[in-house]
């Protein structure tokens, strides 16, 4: 499975947004913001990569659970999801080289 393919509704932007799209807007506000880039809240809020965990959580990647509002109630394994993502970044380099 493609993970860049999954679909999420993003905090940060109010909006659906695909793992890959969502990196690849993190990456180019990096790039322009410099100095000035703010890794606690790239976007405006601070938990951004809770957006990315609550995609994997729903689409079974990793194992955790959401309450009635779709906010992760319980998620223990943030260093498998990071891998995960990580791999995935490290993915997308090495195909457009």
């Not at 957006?51 to 959401?66: A, E, P, Q, R």
């Not at 309450?67 to 997308?92: L, P, Q, S, V």
Request: proline fraction near 1%; glycine fraction near 8%.
């Amino acid at each position: 499975m493609d993970i860049g393919n999954l679909n999420f509704r993003s905090i940060d932007f109010d909006d659906y947004i695909t793992i890959r799209d969502y990196l690849k807007t993190l990456l180019l506000e990096v790039w322009f913001q410099e100095e000035g880039f703010n890794g606690k809240r790239p976007f405006g809020n601070s938990g951004w990569k809770y957006d990315i965990y609550i995609c994997l959580i729903k689409n079974k990647i990793v194992k955790g659970t959401l309450d009635e509002d779709g906010y992760i109630e319980e998620f223990k394994d943030h260093k498998k999801a990071d891998k995960i993502i990580a791999n995935y970044i490290r993915k997308i380099f090495k195909e457009e080289e």
